[in-house]
């Protein structure tokens, strides 16, 4: 697990506009995008309404800052939570060493997530943010995969980290929406679960 840790720190986003932090995302890049394009997963409500986006991210120990160039939304999407609450934002930004990861086919894989229900969530929380700091802002946590909803598209996880109530709704949370949630299999492989829109526990649903 240290090592998942550290390689998927890599992939967090830090999402702003001006000088409002938005919330969090992931980096995505395959083998056959264009040299000069890299992608950003997150939640749509994260970036609804904002204009002269741009993302922060860590490469070779220095914190890189590009400008988004395109914004692609769901059209049905209107509210947070929806199941289409996901954005694709595009960077005119070359990444040569980018290390892929696999996207993984929910329903299709879905008996390998529940026999390794571990996942980890990496992103950018408001409640301890250091402005100063890009690295010392990022942080992690724990939770364990507990069912899928297939009528909403949604993965359903419980959090083990001692410090959130997974009965209550936690400032510790807010800025971790977009995040991507990770899942490792086997040494070689780095499985992104789903991203991070909305929260359901087992004591209900929550959006933060």
């Given at each position: 697990m240290k090592n998942l840790k550290e390689r998927i720190k890599k992939y967090?986003?830090?999402?702003?506009s001006e000088n409002n932090d938005l919330g969090s995302g992931v980096l995505w890049k395959s083998a056959s995008c264009p040299e000069n394009s890299l992608y950003v997963f997150?939640?749509?409500h994260v970036i609804k309404d904002y204009k002269d986006i741009s993302v922060e991210f860590e490469k070779d120990g220095e914190v890189v800052e590009v400008c988004v160039t395109e914004v692609l939304t769901s059209g049905e999407?209107?509210?947070?939570?929806?199941k289409d609450d996901?954005?694709?934002?595009?960077?005119n930004y070359e990444y040569k060493e980018f290390q892929e990861y696999k996207i993984i086919e929910i329903e299709k894989d879905l008996n390998t997530i529940s026999e390794n229900p571990q996942l980890s969530i990496v992103g950018f929380p408001k409640?301890?943010?250091i402005n100063t700091s890009f690295r010392?802002?990022?942080d992690i946590l724990l939770c364990r995969y507990e069912d899928y909803d297939k009528t909403m598209e949604m993965v359903k996880y419980k959090f083990v980290d001692s410090n959130i109530d997974n009965s209550d709704k936690n400032a510790e949370l807010e800025g971790f929406s977009g995040s991507?949630?990770?899942a490792e299999w086997s040494i070689r492989k780095r499985r992104m679960a789903a991203i991070l829109a909305r929260s359901a526990w087992?004591?209900?649903?929550?959006y933060f």
């Amino acid at each position: 697990m240290k090592n998942l840790k550290e390689r998927i720190k890599k992939y967090a986003v830090k999402l702003k506009s001006e000088n409002n932090d938005l919330g969090s995302g992931v980096l995505w890049k395959s083998a056959s995008c264009p040299e000069n394009s890299l992608y950003v997963f997150t939640a749509a409500h994260v970036i609804k309404d904002y204009k002269d986006i741009s993302v922060e991210f860590e490469k070779d120990g220095e914190v890189v800052e590009v400008c988004v160039t395109e914004v692609l939304t769901s059209g049905e999407y209107k509210k947070e939570g929806d199941k289409d609450d996901v954005a694709i934002l595009i960077l005119n930004y070359e990444y040569k060493e980018f290390q892929e990861y696999k996207i993984i086919e929910i329903e299709k894989d879905l008996n390998t997530i529940s026999e390794n229900p571990q996942l980890s969530i990496v992103g950018f929380p408001k409640e301890g943010s250091i402005n100063t700091s890009f690295r010392l802002s990022k942080d992690i946590l724990l939770c364990r995969y507990e069912d899928y909803d297939k009528t909403m598209e949604m993965v359903k996880y419980k959090f083990v980290d001692s410090n959130i109530d997974n009965s209550d709704k936690n400032a510790e949370l807010e800025g971790f929406s977009g995040s991507g949630i990770f899942a490792e299999w086997s040494i070689r492989k780095r499985r992104m679960a789903a991203i991070l829109a909305r929260s359901a526990w087992l004591s209900g649903t929550y959006y933060f």
